[in-house]
Nanobody, 126 residues
Framework: QVQLVESGGGLVQPGGSLTLSCKIS????????LGWFRQAPGREREGVSC????????YYEHSVKGRFTISRDDATNTVYLQMNSLKPEDTAVYYC???????????????????WGQGTQVTVSS
């Protein structure tokens, strides 16, 4: 059974940093598309970043470009989201997601992904 388990969320001051991790089990990252999404209260889930395993290309939603970095570690089947210069508007529950090969990106639509983690809360506040 495929499992995605996020960790690393928490409370951080504006301008601070957090790194989210997503450990993926029973799912090969070969040819996978891995994404990070977030959902703020009262808003729809939105794509933040994704990485296409076949060529390692990364994609970012415009509001996080230059501040967030997605990466993966094939040895541990883990995908990361490094978040710098955090803003209050980044506050949300963050989810990782996985799918098989989807072709060239970006892939920011929730229905494209087959497997989801349970989410981890990120709160940016002073």
């Amino acid at each position: 059974q495929v499992q995605l388990v996020e960790s690393g969320g928490g409370l951080v001051q504006p301008g601070g940093s957090l790194t989210l991790s997503c450990k993926i089990s029973e799912f090969s990252l070969d040819d996978a598309t891995l994404g990070w999404f977030r959902q703020a209260p009262g808003r729809e889930r939105e794509g933040v970043s994704c990485i296409v395993s076949r060529d390692g290309r990364t994609y970012y939603e415009h509001s996080v470009k230059g501040r967030f970095t997605i990466s993966r570690d094939d040895a541990t089947n883990t995908v990361y989201l490094q978040m710098n210069s955090l803003k209050p508007e980044d506050t949300a529950v963050y989810y990782c997601a996985a799918s098989g090969w989807l072709g060239g990106g970006p892939h920011f639509l929730t229905y494209e992904y087959d497997h989801w983690g349970q989410g981890t809360q990120v709160t940016v506040s002073s």
